[in-house]
């Protein structure tokens, strides 16, 4: 059974404060517990005009099409490039498989948090300001 949702990030912060950051991953959370992400590789961002999201698995490139409202979201059609990295595929495999469950987030400060519908935890995110061009 996965984490149930903590009561610490229950406040759900405004769709914007989803869009203004790239996030890096933090943890994935899993039955067997939780694991922690060491490597800053694994990010995902978020496009409210194009109704997508996209970044990088650890090792691929990764788009898909987004729908987020007050407090929910359902990223659909993943399509990624296709290298095989022996070191972080299970990772990459698995977060991408997490980011497909997620239909709930929640954002407390720096923190963004993936869960399911069950308001069990998937995937926790730290963010960086995403600086304008």
Known sequence: ???PLLSAFCGVAGDNDLYSRKWWLKKIY???GTRLIEE????????KEQKSAGGNGGCNSFGSTLSVKNGTLSITEIISTKMYCEAVQPLEDLFLSHLYQARRYTIRGNTLVLSNEKKELLLEFEGEPISEQ
Do not use: A, G
């Open 1 to 3: 059974m996965l984490v």
């Open 30 to 32: 899993t039955p067997e």
């Open 40 to 47: 800053k590789k694994p990010f995902i961002r978020f496009d």
